[in-house]
Protein backbone atom coordinates (compact mmCIF):
# COMPACT_ATOMS: atom_id res chain seq x y z
CA UNK A 1 0.00 0.00 0.00
CA UNK A 2 0.84 3.71 -1.02
CA UNK A 3 -1.35 5.45 1.26
CA UNK A 4 -4.67 5.59 1.95
CA UNK A 5 -7.33 8.01 0.29
CA UNK A 6 -9.79 7.92 2.67
CA UNK A 7 -12.46 5.91 5.35
CA UNK A 8 -16.00 5.52 4.55
CA UNK A 9 -18.96 4.44 6.36
CA UNK A 10 -17.03 3.69 9.87
CA UNK A 11 -19.28 2.51 12.38
CA UNK A 12 -18.12 1.33 15.84
CA UNK A 13 -21.42 -0.99 17.02
CA UNK A 14 -20.28 -2.49 19.87
CA UNK A 15 -17.65 -1.57 23.03
CA UNK A 16 -13.95 -3.47 23.09
CA UNK A 17 -12.76 -3.78 26.65
CA UNK A 18 -9.40 -4.02 27.69
CA UNK A 19 -8.84 -7.72 27.59
CA UNK A 20 -11.04 -8.71 24.28
CA UNK A 21 -9.42 -10.57 21.26
CA UNK A 22 -10.47 -9.14 18.31
CA UNK A 23 -10.42 -10.29 14.60
CA UNK A 24 -10.46 -8.65 10.78
CA UNK A 25 -12.21 -10.08 8.04
CA UNK A 26 -10.94 -7.51 4.97
CA UNK A 27 -12.61 -8.03 1.25
CA UNK A 28 -11.83 -5.96 -1.76
CA UNK A 29 -14.95 -4.62 -3.13
CA UNK A 30 -13.18 -2.21 -5.93
CA UNK A 31 -10.01 -2.19 -7.65
CA UNK A 32 -8.91 0.33 -10.77
CA UNK A 33 -5.98 1.74 -12.61
CA UNK A 34 -4.97 5.13 -11.11
CA UNK A 35 -6.00 7.55 -14.35
CA UNK A 36 -3.12 9.96 -13.83
CA UNK A 37 -0.30 7.24 -13.20
CA UNK A 38 -0.84 3.19 -14.85
CA UNK A 39 1.90 1.96 -12.31
CA UNK A 40 -0.84 2.83 -9.20
CA UNK A 41 -4.19 1.63 -8.67
CA UNK A 42 -7.06 2.46 -6.06
CA UNK A 43 -8.44 0.00 -4.43
CA UNK A 44 -11.72 -0.14 -2.23
CA UNK A 45 -11.73 -2.29 0.45
CA UNK A 46 -14.89 -3.43 3.25
CA UNK A 47 -13.34 -3.87 6.93
CA UNK A 48 -15.03 -5.80 9.55
CA UNK A 49 -14.17 -6.27 13.34
CA UNK A 50 -15.41 -8.53 15.80
CA UNK A 51 -14.68 -9.82 18.87
CA UNK A 52 -14.19 -13.17 19.76
CA UNK A 53 -17.84 -14.09 20.70
CA UNK A 54 -18.02 -13.19 16.58
CA UNK A 55 -20.04 -9.79 17.42
CA UNK A 56 -19.09 -7.04 14.77
CA UNK A 57 -17.84 -3.99 16.52
CA UNK A 58 -16.69 -2.01 13.91
CA UNK A 59 -17.44 -1.50 10.04
CA UNK A 60 -15.73 0.30 7.92
CA UNK A 61 -14.56 0.99 3.63
CA UNK A 62 -11.38 2.40 2.98
CA UNK A 63 -9.97 3.57 -0.82
CA UNK A 64 -6.13 3.16 -1.06
CA UNK A 65 -3.11 4.04 -3.50
CA UNK A 66 -1.57 0.66 -4.11
CA UNK A 67 1.16 -0.17 -6.13
CA UNK A 68 0.40 -2.24 -9.39
CA UNK A 69 2.60 -5.41 -10.64
CA UNK A 70 4.82 -4.84 -13.85
CA UNK A 71 3.44 -5.94 -17.23
Given amino acids: MAAIAG ?32 ERGIATTKVEVYNQEDILVMSYKNSSLVMCRPK
Fill in 7 to 38: VDEMRMSHPVKPDDSIYVKVWIEHARLSKSNP
